[in-house]
């Protein structure tokens, strides 16, 4: 399980509730005009998808459900049983590795969403929807929704099939799952601001986009490069290595 994106990406994706992209063909920036659609639309994709900084809660969690994803892996839990601590230090080892190339990634998926959303989105849209994504109630729907994600069936499939991608139906019932949990948590401000904003045109039009969307975020989320793969793959090779040793 070494796709750098698919832990804390997935978990941060999976805190848009009632939004949703599709990679933009050939070249965006054609006038003026167009390149401050992009500007306006990639300020929005920052405020939607936030800037990853990961909380504490966040990171306690994922480290937990990844965690207990590795121990389904036959060979690891047989190091764990013969090795106490191999899993501890597996997951510390790995974690501070994952959190970079993930931030280190989200230029790229500003990018990209902003190039869909240009397409797609008129800038009264752009301008609406930023305005709601700098709101207090917009915060509080992202932290707990983010709080509350359950990815442990996601890992464990993962764990099963290292090679395997997550698809935009893993991200929906992330969403969905996340969003239940949370939504009794929220106070009537929180839930009149966003039905109010749901049921605008541009709500409408944000909503009407979440499929394609949830594509463009699979899509990011499942890409890295040789060096970031290997480099996870070192990392565990070595602790692996380390907790053989000592056997």
């Not at 997935?10 to 933009?24: E, K, N, R, S, Y």
């Not at 047989?78 to 990634?105: R, Y």
């Not at 045109?201 to 979440?210: A, C, E, N, Q, V």
């Amino acid at each position: 399980m070494t796709k750098k994106r698919f832990i804390l990406a997935l978990a941060l994706l999976a805190t848009q509730p009632a939004f949703a992209g599709i990679h933009a063909d050939g070249p965006l920036i054609q006038s003026s005009e167009e390149d401050a659609l992009y500007k306006a639309a990639y300020e929005m994709a920052i405020l939607q998808q936030g800037d990853a900084n990961f909380s504490d809660e966040l990171l306690a969690s994922m480290s937990s459900q990844i965690y207990i994803a590795y121990s389904e892996i036959p060979e690891f839990a047989e190091l764990e049983e013969a090795s106490p601590g191999f899993l501890d230090a597996l997951v510390t080892a790995v974690m501070p590795v994952i959190v970079k190339q993930t931030t280190d990634s989200y230029p790229a998926l500003y990018d990209n969403l902003a190039k869909f959303y240009a397409k797609n989105l008129e800038l009264e849209d752009i301008e609406n929807a930023t305005r709601f994504f700098a709101t207090d109630s917009y915060r509080v729907i992202r932290e707990s929704t983010e709080n509350n994600l359950d990815m442990s069936s996601i890992l464990s499939g993962v764990a099963e099939d290292p090679d395997g991608n997550i698809s935009s139906e893993d991200l929906e019932k992330l969403v969905e799952n996340s969003v239940a949990q949370s939504v009794g948590g929220w106070d009537k401000q929180v839930r009149t601001d966003l039905l109010k904003f749901a049921f605008t045109p541009t709500g409408r039009k944000m909503t009407s986009l979440r499929e394609q969307r949830n594509q463009i975020e699979a899509d990011w989320a499942n890409e890295s490069t040789p060096e970031e793969d290997r480099e996870l793959e070192e990392i565990i090779e070595n602790i692996i290595l380390k907790f053989a040793e000592a056997e």
